[in-house]
C-alpha cells in the first residue's frame, strides 16, 4: 500500500520549510490588506477632486467589496481545478494591474470599475492562500498556521494607513494606487520563484508530473518519498461540479451552518471596523480621537488572529471561536459604555480589535477542515464570499437605523446581537463535523475489514 504523505505530514513535526510556505501566505494577506483599503485610505482626497456626493462614495467603498465576494465565490473554485499556486499568481496579476490602472483613472465611474476588478483579483487569493496555509500545516498547528496568515490583513491595514498618510501629503492620492498595485506585482514575482503547489492537490488531482513534484515536496517537507501515486477513488454517482457539490455526501447543513457563520461575523466586524470612527465622534470624541480608536482596533487585531490560533493548538477550534463570539458581544457592549472616559476607551479598543478580529481568524481557521482537498477551495471562497454579503450590508442596514432615528450607542447593542448569533451557527456546525468525522470513520472501518 503506497504511504500518505498528507496523513504523514499531520503528525510530524513541522520543519522551516512549511512555516516558510505560511509566511509566503501572511505575505499575500498584507498585500491584501493595503489592496482592500486603499480606498478608506484616499476617500477624502478622491471625494475633495471630483466633488463627489456621499452616495457616490459609499459606491466607491463597496465597490472592492463586491468584486470580493465575487472573486471568492466564482475565482475561488477554479483553484480545486486548476490548482492554488496558478490561481494566486493570476489574481495577483488582476489585483496588481487595476490597482494601476486605478492611479490613472478619470472619474469616478473608472475608479469604481477598477476597484471591483481589484477586488475579484482579492478574493481569489484569499480564499486560495487561507487553504495553502492549512494544506502546509501539521494537525495540531493547522489553526495557528492559518489564524498567522490572517494576521497579514491587519498588519496590511495597518501599516498601509501609514504609508497612504505620507504618499497622499507628498504626491497625491493617485500615488497610493500605484504603490499598491507595483507592491503586488512584486508580491507576483516573489510567489512566482518561492510559493509552492498544494501537496493535497497533487495527491488528490494528479495533474503531468504529479509523481515528481509531490517526491520533491516530500523532500524539502521530510517526508518519505513514494514509489508510485495513490490510488484516487473517483465517485460516480455523484457527478455535481462547483459549489454543488458542497451540498453532496452529508456536507449540506455544515456548509448553510458555516456560510451563516461568515455572515454573522463579518456583518457585526464590518460594523465595527467602518462606524466606530464616526459614532465616538458624534457622541463628544474629537475627530482625532475617533480616528485613533480606529487604528488602535486595526493594531489590536493583529495579535487576536495570532492568538486564537495559539489556544487552537491545545484546544478545539470550534470552541475558541465560540468563547471569542461571546467576548466579543460582551466588549462591544462595555465599549459603548465607555465612550466618556478617553483611556478606557482606547483600552477597550485595542481589545475589541484582538477579539473581533480573532473571531474572522477563527472562521479562516475553522473552513478548511470541513471539506476535503478537491473542494476546499471551493468550499473556502464560497463562505467567505457569502460572508462578504453581511460585510456589504452591515454598512447600510446601520446608516438606515441611524437615519431612522436609532441612538448610535443603542446600535452597538443590536450589532453585538450578530455575534451571538454566531455562537449558535459554530457549535450547530461543530456537531455536524463531529458527526459527519464519525460517519467517515464508521465508513472507513466497514471497508477495511
Known amino acids: 500500500m503506497v504511504q500518505n504523505p498528507r496523513e504523514e505530514m499531520n503528525n510530524k513535526t513541522m520543519n522551516r520549510y512549511q512555516w516558510f510556505v505560511i509566511g509566503i501566505c501572511v505575505l499575500l494577506n498584507v498585500i491584501d490588506g493595503f489592496d482592500v483599503l486603499v480606498m478608506a485610505f484616499t476617500a477624502s482626497s478622491v471625494s475633495a477632486e471630483w466633488g463627489l456626493t456621499g452616495a457616490q462614495l459609499g459606491a466607491l467603498l463597496s465597490a472592492g467589496l463586491f468584486g470580493m465576494g465575487a472573486g471568492s465565490l466564482f475565482l475561488a473554485p477554479w483553484a480545486d481545478k486548476i490548482g492554488r499556486r496558478p490561481l494566486i499568481l493570476l489574481c495577483l496579476l488582476i489585483s496588481g494591474v487595476s490597482m494601476i490602472a486605478a492611479s490613472l483613472v478619470q472619474n469616478a465611474t473608472q475608479l469604481g470599475i477598477m476597484r471591483f476588478i481589484t477586488g475579484l483579483g482579492i478574493g481569489g487569493i484569499l480564499a486560495s492562500s487561507n487553504v495553502i496555509a492549512s494544506e502546509y500545516a501539521s494537525l495540531r498547528w493547522r489553526s495557528l498556521a492559518v489564524s498567522l496568515q490572517s494576521t497579514g490583513y491587519a498588519i496590511g491595514a495597518t501599516i498601509g494607513g501609514m504609508i497612504a498618510i505620507a504618499l497622499i501629503s507628498h504626491f497625491g492620492w493617485r500615488s497610493v494606487f500605484l504603490a499598491g498595485g507595483l507592491t503586488t506585482m512584486l508580491m507576483l514575482v516573489v510567489a512566482y520563484f518561492t510559493l509552492p503547489e498544494s501537496l493535497d492537490y497533487l495527491l488528490v488531482k494528479q495533474p503531468k508530473n504529479a509523481l515528481d513534484r509531490i517526491n520533491h515536496l516530500c523532500q524539502r517537507i521530510g517526508l518519505t518519498r513514494i514509489p508510485q501515486l495513490p490510488e484516487v477513488i473517483h465517485n460516480t454517482a455523484q457527478p455535481k461540479i462547483g459549489i454543488a457539490k458542497l451540498f453532496t455526501a452529508g456536507l449540506g447543513l455544515q456548509t448553510i451552518f458555516l456560510w451563516l457563520s461568515f455572515f454573522f461575523v463579518m456583518f457585526g466586524f464590518y460594523f465595527v471596523m467602518s462606524w466606530t470612527p464616526k459614532i465616538l465622534t458624534a457622541n463628544g470624541m474629537t475627530t482625532e480621537q475617533g480616528v485613533t480608536a480606529g487604528v488602535l482596533i486595526s493594531a489590536g487585531g493583529m495579535f487576536g488572529a495570532a492568538l486564537i490560533g495559539l489556544i487552537s493548538a491545545r484546544v478545539r477550534i470550534f470552541y475558541v471561536q465560540a468563547a471569542f463570539l461571546a467576548l466579543t458581544a460582551i466588549l462591544i457592549l462595555l465599549f459603548v459604555n465607555s465612550t466618556s472616559t478617553l483611556t478606557i476607551a482606547f483600552i477597550l479598543s485595542v481589545f475589541l ?23 476546499r477551495a471551493t468550499g473556502v471562497g464560497s463562505a467567505i464570499g457569502f460572508g462578504r454579503i453581511g460585510g456589504i450590508l452591515s454598512p447600510l442596514v ?36 463531529n458527526k459527519h468525522a464519525a460517519q467517515l470513520n464508521f465508513q472507513s472501518s466497514t471497508v477495511s475489514s
Open 353 to 375: 480589535g484582538v477579539l473581533s478580529n480573532g473571531c474572522v481568524a477563527g472562521l479562516y481557521a475553522m473552513s478548511p477542515s470541513i471539506y476535503e482537498a478537491d473542494v
Open 398 to 433: 446601520a446608516g438606515a437605523f441611524l437615519d431612522g432615528g436609532i441612538s448610535s450607542l443603542t446600535l452597538y447593542g443590536y450589532y453585538a446581537g450578530a455575534f451571538v448569533l454566531a455562537i449558535m451557527t459554530v457549535l450547530s456546525l461543530s456537531k455536524l463535523q
